[in-house]
């Protein structure tokens, strides 16, 4: 499976994208800025591939498989290798103080509020399925990150 993050937008605050899978729009992407220097928690992940595997421990997959349930939620979306990060997940949130380095999914992006997404839970549900599906069967799961 391959997963396109092309961002497309970006302010003092935050980084908005279009995420694909496999060629198909699925959700709006929100990180932290781009930024030449890293800061913990507050830089976006620099652009390239990264393949993407289930992280089955720690606090945040517990407080996930309590909001979705243990068989629907069985690890977090973990993207592997990031130069100079770690722990960077797709995950819920709707502003730049949720992501904390990671990246956020959402179904609903609005030019007039440059730096927030919604309906990040739907948008979420919708694409861990997808690849969640991919990971349990081995096919492989890579994440390309784009700026234009």
Known sequence: MIIDITRFEK??????????IDGKLEAFTLEDPVREEKIPEVTAIPKGTYEVKLREEGGMIRRYQRKFGEIEHPGMLWLQEVPGFEW????IGNNPKNTDGCILVASIYDVRQ???IGA????????YKQ??????????VFINVYEI
């Open 11 to 20: 302010t003092e605050k935050s980084t908005i994208g279009l995420l694909q």
């Open 88 to 91: 960077v997940y797709l995950h």
């Open 114 to 116: 440059p730096d927030i």
């Open 120 to 127: 990040s839970t739907v948008a979420y549900r919708k694409v």
């Open 131 to 140: 690849i969640l599906q991919a990971i349990e069967l081995n096919e492989g």
